[in-house]
């Protein structure tokens, strides 16, 4: 049974930093693309980074240079490095991985349970 286990978030003061980590755990043939997502009270789920199995990134434009996403293939972990935080990303951020298991074979994606960050002005 795959599994993603986040970490890292909390409460900080705009203008702070938070690093959220996200491990896959279960019987994996390859993980293959990984993602942030945040969804804020009242709005819609947003992406928010994704990196490929390359190690080619995006970004929505309202982090693009604050937030960093990088991914430790040997810890099968994906990490949100965000800097010069403020009150607008306060959301509930999830990670999730396009994983082949080696059950299923095929690719699906698994989501993680989600982590609280909240940024105080």
């Known amino acids: 049974q795959v599994q993603l286990v986040e970490s890292g978030g909390g409460l900080v003061q705009a203008g702070g930093s938070l690093r959220l980590s996200c491990a896959v755990s279960?019987?994996?043939?390859?993980?293959?693309?990984r993602r942030w997502y945040r969804q804020a009270t009242g709005k819609q789920r947003e992406l928010v980074a994704a990196?490929?199995?390359?190690?080619?990134?995006i970004y929505t434009n309202s982090v693009k240079g604050r937030f960093t996403i990088s991914r430790d293939n040997a810890k099968n972990t994906v990490y949100l490095q965000m800097n010069s935080l403020k009150p607008e990303d306060t959301a509930v951020y999830y990670c999730?991985?396009?994983?082949?298991?080696?059950?299923?074979?095929?690719?699906?994606?698994?989501w993680g349970q989600g982590t609280q960050v909240t940024v105080s002005s």
């Open positions: 999730a991985a396009d994983i082949i298991t080696l059950a299923r074979g095929g690719q699906r994606t698994y």
């Open positions: 279960g019987s994996i043939f390859s993980i293959n693309g």
């Open positions: 990196i490929t199995s390359g190690g080619s990134t």
